[in-house]
C-alpha cells in the first residue's frame, strides 16, 4: 500500500504570488512523526488554451527544521543587507493585505512549534 495515502495533514498554508502559489503543510505519518512539505506551483497556459500546473516538492524533515530555518534566514538577510538599496528594503518591509485564504488553517489544536523544546515535549 501507498504510504502516501497514509498520512495525516495537520497544518496548510498557502501564498498567493503572481502565477506561482506556495503551499507549507505539515503531515504527520502513520508514527505521528512530523515533517513539512513546500511545493511550489506555477499556473502555464498551454497553447490550446487550457491551463496546467507545474509542481516542485521540497520535504523537510523535523531533525532539519532549524538548519532549514536558519540557512533561509542568512540568506534572506545577505539580499537585504548586501543586495538591496534602502528603497527595496523599505519596499519588502512594507506592510501587505493578504486573501483570507492565504492565512493558517489548522486541523486541530496543536502547540506552535517551539525549536528549544525536545522532541518530548510533543
Request: glycine share 2%; aromatic share 14%; proline share 4%.
Amino acid at each position: 500500500m501507498d504510504d502516501r495515502h497514509d498520512q495525516e495533514e495537520i497544518y496548510s498554508q498557502r501564498i498567493k504570488a503572481g502565477k506561482r502559489t506556495y503551499f507549507f503543510d505539515v503531515k504527520a505519518t502513520r508514527g505521528q512523526d512530523y515533517y513539512l512539505t513546500i511545493t511550489e506551483s506555477k499556473r502555464r497556459q498551454n497553447g490550446n488554451d487550457s491551463v496546467s500546473y507545474e509542481k516542485h516538492k521540497i520535504f523537510l524533515y523535523k531533525e532539519d527544521f532549524l538548519k532549514f530555518v536558519d540557512a533561509l534566514q542568512d540568506a534572506v538577510d545577505y539580499v537585504r543587507e548586501e543586495l538591496l538599496s534602502p528603497e527595496e528594503v523599505a519596499e519588502l518591509d512594507r506592510p501587505r493585505e493578504y486573501d483570507d485564504r492565504d492565512q493558517p488553517r489548522r486541523e486541530f489544536d496543536r502547540p506552535a512549534f517551539d525549536p528549544n523544546r525536545s522532541d518530548d515535549a510533543y
